[in-house]
């Protein structure tokens, strides 16, 4: 077991790298055992990473058709207006 020191934050003592191949840290913080396994925490990460995209490609995708379909409302209010206009036009002749 190897014992670390540095970098700790407040509260948090006996840092012991208990198996270096597995990246197993246990520590104790208000003198509870708390043991962390940082491949875990590694692709945890990494899924949050793709998550993360995935949610902002799924927000893209999104914005997309909400601007699509105000452009296509847009496009049919007007044809509405110039059919409304083209009939004005020929009750009034």
């Not at 948090?12 to 491949?39: A, G, M, R, S, Y």
């Not at 496009?75 to 009750?91: A, F, G, V, W």
Request: proline share 1%.
């Amino acid at each position: 077991m190897i014992k670390c020191k540095k970098m700790l934050p407040i509260g948090i003592q006996n840092v012991e790298f208990i198996d270096d191949k597995k990246k197993i840290t246990q520590f104790k913080k208000n003198k509870k055992l708390i043991e962390i396994n940082e491949d875990i925490i590694t692709i945890q990460t990494k899924e949050l990473k793709e998550l993360k995209q995935e949610l902002k490609e799924k927000e893209i995708k999104q914005e997309q058709k909400e601007k699509e379909l105000k452009e296509k409302q847009q496009k049919q209010e007007q044809r509405i207006r110039e059919k409304i206009k083209d009939l004005e036009k020929k009750s009034k002749s």
